[in-house]
């Protein structure tokens, strides 16, 4: 009975690891299907430090506002949505990149994304359809 | 219209303007567009200080524009026009504040050039880019506002890049050389006038060449960033008629190197940062053939901050900064060998365009409180005090 109930406890923790890594999903234009895109890229790619691809052209940065991006700068950056604005505005007022854009709707972002060669952002799972891959950043 | 009428209709109009796109795509480039418009108050007692203030001022602004893209994949340029106000310094006048090309050619290794903001200290780099914060005035002690010219940009070359690693975080680091525009209209001109030594102003202001490198030390503590630049002026010339006897040129030259050292901390809501820098080198003073006198100019400056954010919409700061003369005159009172400033400082979020802030300094000391034309102080307290009110408005 001991060991039943602790794997039930493991599973709802796995279950809500999951979910909770699974709140947003990084998205990327197809023709980022041929990078190698790791954690420690990301990172690059989202703080400016990364500016092209391997293959791929330029990098653009799509950013959604709102309740997901705090979590998604947190784990990707280490920063939260205030920190990384500011990062930003840093850079781009001081001619040392090029701000990411910025949408106020996922589907607009995925729009974007889709779109756009080299773009890579950052949606809701359920926002992802087949105009973009997903790119999972491990 | 006076001018506090023409400045808060200036500001109302702000508060009233819809949020603008940061970027604006043409064609297959990508262009964007962003500046800041900032507009405040200050009034100071006793002293003008920083700059002219003692009756209360609206001749306090700032404002930019720039436009950057990208052509292919590597390559980036743009350039920002900058113009201030600070009492009456600056008048408002536009200057090219950065302007480069960028080549990166992989994370670790790009090169800049052009006109390129100057990286000493954790903020010099953005030194008026002040949405990012929530005090009106950074600590005085490492960057004056009045002396922006010493620590603005320069026009140059710069090597840069980041260098990641698995376990020890990441290095940012830049090497830099070149030389700076400086301005007779800007204050760092009453940094040679406040001597006295030349009559009606110095005419010219030159530098023989800057150069530099900067580490910034991204640790793998969360939140932990490391600064370390070092950076050199090479006789920074101030020109002008002598004082005492106008047939005469007289020079004042310094060449300043500065060597600093910050730590920026940043968990959860608050962040704490401290800056320690030494400013020390050689100084000349001359008026050939009636006089020639070799020195040093120096001091040495530091400051603790802490901010805290209270939700998306408030943010208070509060800093102790002091700057001590490393060669005063002999004859020199405390009070003039050394500045401290008590600063504290309420930041309110409008929206993300709109920032409104307030600050008061208690100031102790008057090293670096000049007496010139532009900035008249001619019985010099030994303390004093100012406010300021700044609304900004970003895009």
């Known amino acids: 009975m001991k ?10 923790l796995l279950a809500f690891t999951l979910s ?14 041929g990078e190698k895109i790791d954690a420690a890229t990301l990172k690059a790619v989202f703080l400016g430090k990364k500016v092209a691809w391997d293959g791929a052209g330029r990098v653009t940065l799509a950013v959604l506002k709102g309740e997901l991006a705090d979590e998604f700068l947190k784990a990707t950056v280490d920063m939260n949505a205030s920190t990384f604005t500011n990062h930003w505005r840093r850079l781009s007022m001081t001619g040392g990149g090029t701000a990411p854009k910025f949408f106020e709707k996922a589907d607009e972002l995925r729009k974007f994304v889709a779109d756009t060669p080299g773009a890579i952002g950052f949606v809701g799972p359920a926002s992802v359809d087949g105009s973009v891959i997903p790119i999972n950043g491990g | 219209m006076n001018r506090p009428l023409r400045a808060t209709s200036i500001v109302l109009a702000l508060f009233s303007a819809n949020p603008l796109t940061a970027a604006v795509s043409i064609g297959n480039s990508n262009v964007q ?14 002293n003008n ?11 306090f602004r700032e404002m930019a524009v720039n436009v950057s893209t990208t052509v292919g994949s590597h390559l980036r340029v743009g350039a920002q026009g900058f113009a201030q106000r600070l009492g009456n310094y600056g008048e408002d006048k536009v200057k090219l504040d950065w302007a480069v090309a960028d080549y990166n050619f992989r994370q670790e290794i790009g090169v800049r050039a052009g006109r390129i903001k100057y990286p000493k200290g954790l903020y010099g780099e953005a030194l008026d880019v002040d ?6 005035f950074l600590p005085s002690s490492l960057y004056n506002p009045v002396l922006r010219d010493f620590s603005a940009s320069f026009d140059g070359a710069m090597i840069y890049g980041t260098i990641s690693t698995a376990k020890a975080g990441s290095f940012d ?19 040679f006038n406040d001597s006295g030594f030349f009559a009606d102003g110095v005419k010219t202001l030159a530098i023989d060449h800057v150069s530099g490198a900067a580490i910034d030390w991204s640790t793998p503590l969360s939140g932990l960033k490391l600064h370390f630049s070092y950076s050199k002026l090479a006789d920074v010339d101030g020109v002008g008629p002598f004082a005492a006897a106008p047939m005469f040129t007289a020079l004042i030259r310094v060449a300043p190197a500065y060597t600093t050292i910050g730590a920026e901390y940043a968990h959860g809501d608050w962040t704490f940062a401290a800056e320690w820098q030494n400013q020390d080198g050689d100084s000349l003073v001359q008026a050939l053939p009636v006089y020639n006198s070799a020195g040093k100019y120096g001091s040495r400056n530091y400051y603790v901050s802490a901010t805290r954010r209270f939700g998306e919409k408030w943010e208070a700061g509060a800093y102790y900064s002091k700057s001590r003369d490393l060669h005063p005159n002999p004859s020199a009172t405390t009070a003039e060998k050394q500045l401290e400033d008590y600063a504290v400082s309420v930041r ?38 100012f406010w300021a009110i700044k609304s900004t408005f970003i895009f």
């Open chain 1, 3 to 12: 060991t039943i109930s602790r794997s039930l406890a493991v599973l709802a």
């Open chain 1, 20 to 33: 909770a890594h699974a709140a947003t999903t990084v998205i990327g234009n197809k023709n980022l299907a």
């Open chain 2, 33 to 46: 567009i962003g500046g800041f418009f900032s507009q405040g108050y200050l009034k100071s007692s006793k």
């Open chain 2, 49 to 59: 200080f920083p700059f002219e203030s003692k009756d209360g001022t609206w001749d």
């Open chain 2, 131 to 136: 949405a990012i914060r929530p005090f009106i």
């Open chain 2, 173 to 191: 680091y830049k090497i830099f050389y070149g030389d700076i525009a400086m301005n007779t209209d800007q204050g760092v001109a009453d940094f």
């Open chain 2, 348 to 385: 309110y979020n409008v929206n993300e365009h709109v920032i409104l802030k307030v600050e008061f300094h208690s100031i102790d000391g008057r090293f670096n409180v000049f007496n010139t034309p532009r900035n008249p102080n001619p019985t010099l307290a030994d303390s004093s005090s």
